[in-house]
């Protein structure tokens, strides 16, 4: 299982671009396998990425993830073959769908028929990204044409999918699927089974599973679980974040995050490999000022 470090998080100096370049060549030279930035409110992920892929050799750099609705596909897909063409083709497109309250109550789109939405968009997306022509003519696009980028081959897609119809999709039209807030249990039993299904029956290659959790390495469980609690509240209002914790049995946040001492975390790492999880995407909980570096170590010991 691969192990990657999310970033882009901090509010502070260290979420600005000179730090986040900073941090992504800290990454590269302790050997991690990838970073993933998330595409909210700050700073455009896949600029950022692009930046730091400039100074960078190996790391792989992703989105997690980039929403679609506001994004034509063909937008997306010339930005995303831009950004991997700049660096080399290290870029991994992530997309979802975001949430309801995002694209209508603050962006004034609509959100209806999300699955259809992402099936067309896929449609469009999907092609260009392969760098070949469109033609489709659906009831939300209508694209015919093509991109005129060919200093990278492909660049491969991860869908943010947790609910079956999205799992579907994800199976049968792109490279796999990037999770957040959806504890092992469930990956196990819904995850996993239903992306893999939909793959084989698409006759497409295994999927890649990106699984994000937040994680810290401490002694002090109540300061962490009173922290986690706190800062990653928003999650269990989410509708289609609430139904993977319900399907976990989990009231919020902290009760899929890892957080303990080696044995707990290396127990939980464990778990995530054998059932499957191809790359860990490691939330790292900035309890004091000594987790980050930590955390950072623990994971690097995983390599």
């Known amino acids: 299982m691969r192990i990657g470090v999310t970033t882009g998080a901090s509010a502070g100096a260290e979420g600005q671009i000179e730090g986040l370049v900073k941090e992504a060549k800290h990454l590269e030279a302790r050997g991690f396998h990838s970073?993933?930035?998330?595409?909210?409110?700050?700073?455009?992920?896949?600029?950022?990425?692009?930046?730091?892929?400039?100074?960078?050799?190996?790391?792989?750099?992703?989105?997690a993830v980039v929403p679609t609705y506001p994004r034509h596909p063909f937008a997306m897909a010339q930005?995303?073959?831009?950004?991997?063409?700049?660096?080399?083709?290290?870029?991994?497109?992530?997309?979802?769908?975001?949430?309801?309250?995002i694209i209508e109550?603050?962006?004034?789109?609509?959100?209806?028929?999300?699955?259809?939405?992402?099936?067309?968009?896929?449609?469009v997306l999907e092609p260009l990204m392969r760098g070949e022509s469109v033609a489709f003519d659906g009831q939300e696009y209508r694209v015919n044409g093509a991109l005129e980028i060919?200093?990278?081959?492909?660049?491969?897609?991860?869908?943010?999918?947790?609910?079956d119809q999205m799992l579907k999709i994800a199976g049968e039209t792109s490279g796999g699927t990037i999770l957040w807030m959806t504890g092992p249990s469930t990956i196990e039993s819904h995850?996993?089974?239903?992306?893999?299904?939909?793959t084989s029956?698409?006759?497409?290659?295994?999927?890649?599973?990106?699984?994000?959790?937040?994680?810290?390495?401490?002694?002090?469980?109540?300061?962490?679980?009173?922290?986690?609690?706190?800062?990653?509240?928003?999650?269990?209002?989410?509708p289609s974040y609430r139904a993977m914790l319900d399907k976990e049995g989990a009231s919020g946040a902290v009760?899929?995050?890892?957080?303990?001492?080696?044995?707990?975390?290396?127990?939980?790492?464990?778990?995530?490999?054998?059932?499957g999880v191809t790359d860990f995407n490691a939330a790292i909980m900035p309890l004091d000022k000594e987790a980050t570096e930590r955390t950072l170590q623990y994971l690097e010991s995983r390599l």
């Not at 995303?80 to 309250?101: C, E, P």
């Open 35 to 63: 970073t993933w930035m998330a595409n909210i409110f700050g700073l455009d992920a896949m600029s950022v990425q692009g930046l730091i892929g400039r100074e960078t050799e190996r790391i792989e750099l992703g989105t």
């Open 79 to 101: 930005q995303a073959r831009t950004t991997a063409a700049a660096i080399g083709g290290r870029f991994v497109l992530g997309i979802g769908l975001s949430h309801q309250v």
């Open 105 to 123: 109550d603050i962006m004034g789109l609509s959100y209806s028929k999300p699955a259809r939405h992402m099936r067309e968009y896929m449609s």
């Open 150 to 163: 060919n200093e990278v081959a492909q660049v491969p897609i991860l869908i943010a999918a947790l609910g």
């Open 191 to 198: 995850i996993i089974p239903k992306l893999k299904a939909a």
């Open 201 to 238: 029956e698409a006759g497409r290659p295994d999927p890649r599973v990106v699984a994000g959790f937040p994680i810290v390495l401490t002694e002090n469980l109540e300061h962490a679980h009173k922290y986690i609690s706190k800062s990653l509240a928003v999650y269990k209002q989410l």
């Open 255 to 275: 009760d899929v995050a890892i957080a303990g001492d080696e044995k707990v975390l290396d127990a939980a790492l464990d778990r995530l490999s054998e059932i």
